[in-house]
């Protein structure tokens, strides 16, 4: 059984900063990509950062605000959040694509970010 377990989520001020982590855990057997998506009230899902075969992709919206890295060793993921905006409140998802007895994708349980303005 394959888990993602997120956290780091939290209220904070525009301009303000957080860091989101999400590790994965069970039987894995390889880890293709990890990133994150968000989810904001009445909208549809998005991504937000990815690493694929080592490489970051950003959404515009993000891109020069946000880091996401990958430390392989402990099959985690994180998103460095700087100059955070009130656009950017939201429900974070953990996705990883992982071979376990097959390959398919995961989800974690979702984490809430609140920025104030």
């Known amino acids: 059984q394959v888990q993602l377990v997120e956290s780091g989520g939290g209220l904070v001020q525009a301009g303000g900063s957080l860091r989101l982590s999400c590790r994965a855990s069970g039987s894995i057997s390889r880890i293709v990509r990890m990133g994150w998506y968000r989810q904001a009230p009445g909208k549809q899902r998005e991504l937000v950062a990815v690493?694929?075969?080592?490489?970051?992709n950003y959404a515009d919206s993000v891109r020069g605000r946000f880091t996401i890295s990958r430390d392989n060793d402990e099959n985690t993921v994180y998103l460095q959040m700087n100059s955070l905006k009130p656009e950017d409140t939201a429900v974070y998802y953990c996705n990883a694509h992982i071979e376990a007895n097959m390959l398919r994708s995961y989800w974690g349980q979702g984490t809430q970010v609140t920025v104030s303005s």
């Open positions: 690493v694929i075969n080592g490489s970051p």
